[in-house]
């Protein structure tokens, strides 16, 4: 007689378990390109920061060696904050439709403006470009918070990880860059930082052309729900989060 064969209920078990284990656990012989992308957001930021970080000794001496008054010299250091906060709703706004283009076009105004800020010497002129200057960095800033938090997402690797990791590589751009921009100024005087702002935003661009578009592929999936992500990814709180209305739905 043909004996009844049932199926053993451990044997359905451990199919269940590796067949979970293997969509947790990514594929080792394969680099996610999330992680690829992450990692040359990271170093474009380390690049760019050593440079901005270098004209923090500079600027009082410039505004100093063009004899202005140092509440001029002050509202030249400002000028791009203002201008920062001014356009930071038409920044975010670009950067929520394409990121890669709005850190593109910022920083390409970042180079030309710290390039003009080294050539001028009036200080009607200099507000001008140091308030362009802000626009740039406030667009660059904008997508490159939202594309931090689209990668972030997408990566295996948790997104306060990731995050922690973009503020490692600001911080050791900045306190590299310091010390480095006191010796150039040293050496070569004021107007020599500024250059190499310039110079590392060029190289910032020309990262940031080879990184994907990630704003496209996050507003397909939930756009509402990763709105709500994205907000607590760039560091508010939760709480905050409600209060500014973006709640996620679903």
Known sequence: ????????????????????????????????PA??????????????????SAIIPTLPLYGRSLGLSSIANGVVIAAPALSL??????SGERADRTQKPAMMAGMALVALFDVLTSLLSALPSLLVVRLGLGLGRGLAKAGER????????????PRGWALALQRAAVGLGVAIGAPVGGEVVEEFGPRSALLCVSATAVAALGMYALLPETAAAAALS??????GDNWRAIGMEAQEADDCGVKPTG
């Open 85 to 90: 906060h001014l356009f930071s709703h038409l």
């Open 1 to 32: 007689t043909n004996a009844l064969t049932l199926p053993c209920p451990s044997q359905g078990r451990r199919a269940d378990d590796a067949s979970l284990l293997s969509k947790l656990l990514p594929d080792r012989t394969s680099v996610n």
């Open 222 to 227: 939930s756009p509402r729900k990763d709105a």
């Open 35 to 52: 992680l690829l992308s992450h990692f040359s957001l990271l170093l474009s930021q380390f690049i760019l920061f050593v440079g901005i």
């Open 146 to 157: 939202g594309m931090l938090a689209d990668l972030a997402g997408r990566a295996p690797a």
